[in-house]
């Protein structure tokens, strides 16, 4: 069987879209499937819309969380609650076309255990187009991934990937930094990546950044690191810079300059600079240790519509 799972915050207007495309690709693998759509708090009736889906559809089923938890934590709730011998995430704006998924399929079948949608191309303008863009090429430089595809949440995991991805014990999840961390014999589908059908992107900024620095700080000491390099290049050139003053007085013979005032300023303010940069990046770490070592679970589940004999 195979599993896909779908993350939904206020969708009302894509899911009737995502249902008639998500099956329509589904019946032509001809294999038997279910349809995990997992309501993330929305505010709007997606919930309903998904319980009506239900009833029409037993194929198609809902995990209710308690509230809006997030992105990854819905997906990974639907990860949880699926029992396919292979599950395919995507997201439910249509941003990653279904049409996709007999091919990743046909992967699958060809016996690779994790196939990537990987982005040809992509829709979304200004800053969060750049910001898109720009991401991928700085978590390859600064992760300590094996690989970092420019791929999103889109793809494909054998059961044995799922069994794996449900051990990881973290709150701070990255998937697609995760599914890249977990190995196995990995492929790639390449698609076009679109605008999304209807309605606004229901991730703020905000949360697009903590994601981005989860995909950084989750993966990598080198931000660590570069606080030591910062801290030996600063020392390194006021030592220079003290042994030029140092031959400039005595040069001068013996006497000192009266003002140097800019210099100072200018020392002060730097180091700072660098101090609270460190510092933040301590905090970065500190942080998610906070988060890890609380170990409350990652989503609340309200309630589930024909899952686990529901
Ligand atoms: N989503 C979610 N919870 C949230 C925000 C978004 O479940 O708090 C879902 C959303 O409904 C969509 C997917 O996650 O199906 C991706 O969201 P969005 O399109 O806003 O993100 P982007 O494409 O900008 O990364
Ligand atoms: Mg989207």
């Known amino acids: 069987m195979i599993s896909v799972v ?15 495309r998500l099956v ?27 319980r009506q889906f239900h009833a029409e559809d037993a194929r198609i089923k809902l995990v209710e969380l308690s509230r809006n938890f997030g992105h990854q934590p819905a997906v990974t709730a639907g990860v949880h609650h699926a029992h396919g011998d292979c599950v395919v995430l995507i997201d439910a704006d249509l941003q990653d076309p279904p049409e996709v998924i007999p091919e990743m399929i ?9 196939v990537l949608g990987e982005r040809n191309s992509r829709a979304e303008h200004g800053v969060r187009g750049i910001g898109f863009r720009l991401f991928y090429p700085v978590l390859r430089a600064l992760s300590d991934l094996p690989s970092a595809p420019d791929a999103g949440i889109f793809g494909l995991m054998d059961r044995r990937v799922v069994e794996e991805f449900n051990r990881l014990p973290e709150r701070n999840r990255f998937i697609p930094g995760l599914r890249s961390w977990l190995g196995f014999k990995q492929a790639s589908v390449m698609y076009d990546r679109n605008d999304r059908a209807a309605g606004k992107p229901k991730q703020t900024l905000r949360r697009l950044i903590h994601y981005a620095m989860d995909g950084i700080f989750s993966f990598s000491y080198r931000p660590l690191r570069w606080v030591t390099w910062m801290g030996i290049f600063v020392s390194t050139v006021t030592f220079g810079l003290a ?17 140097g005032f800019t210099t100072t300023i200018l020392s002060i303010l730097f180091l700072g600079g660098v101090q609270m940069i460190a510092i933040g990046i301590l905090g970065e770490y500190v942080g998610r240790i906070y988060e890890e070592i609380k170990q409350r679970p990652l989503y609340v589940v309200r309630d589930k519509v024909g899952i686990d004999g529901r």
Do not use: M
């Not at 042994?243 to 003002?259: C, D, E, N």
């Open 6 to 20: 779908a993350p939904i915050f206020n969708e009302q207007e894509n899911l009737p879209e995502l249902r008639r």
């Open 24 to 50: 329509a690709a589904l019946e032509t693998t001809g294999q038997p499937f279910e349809i995990v759509l997992v309501n993330d708090g929305s505010r709007d009736r997606s919930g309903e819309i998904a």
């Open 106 to 114: 046909r992967k699958w079948q060809e016996g690779f255990e994790v």
């Open 243 to 259: 042994a030029f003053y140092l031959l400039q007085f005595i040069a001068r013979g013996g006497r000192t300059y009266g003002s």
